[in-house]
């Protein structure tokens, strides 16, 4: 989060509630015209999107990208296959990785890295009903906690 020149458009929070993240890799996307635009202004939505390897290519799914309200002509379709940037090493690990059972491809966020629009993938595992639980109660206490030590800061 501290690299320079980048910033965040959008986060998938719920991915991180219902998948443990095994491990992360950032990844460019191949974007069509006034879908650049698009993303820059934050008009996505992703919820329930994940990412495809097929014939050597990942290519992302359920990615909605809204069209550019200021275009005439030159619109895209809002809910294409969207390509995903790696090199054939990397996609090679990942499908090592998505091959083992219960492994899926997850975009975690999007953000903008020197004018780039690039994607963080998670190879996830879904979390079964007690570990989102456990998570729940985890944060509960945390919240506690601080706002406990808020109240002993002030007085």
Not at 93 to 100: G, M, N
Request: charged share 35%.
């Amino acid at each position: 989060m501290a690299d320079t020149g980048r910033k965040i458009i959008a986060q998938n929070k719920k991915a991180r509630f219902n998948y443990s993240v095994e491990d992360t890799i950032e990844c460019g996307i191949a974007l069509e015209g006034t879908e650049v635009k698009s993303v820059k202004e934050g008009s996505v939505s992703f919820a329930d999107s994940f990412a495809l390897i097929e014939k050597g290519e990942v290519w992302m799914q359920n990615f909605h990208i809204s069209p550019y309200a200021y275009s005439a002509v030159f619109t895209h379709d809002p809910d294409r296959k969207k390509k995903l940037l790696l090199h054939k090493d990397e996609i090679k690990r990942l499908t090592r990785k998505v091959d083992e059972k219960g492994y899926t491809l997850v975009p975690l966020d999007f953000y903008l890295k020197n004018g780039r629009v690039k994607v963080t993938l998670g190879v996830c595992k879904g979390k079964k009903l007690y570990d989102k639980r456990a998570d729940i109660k985890e944060r509960d206490v945390n919240r506690e906690l601080s706002r406990e030590f808020r109240r002993d800061l002030q007085g």
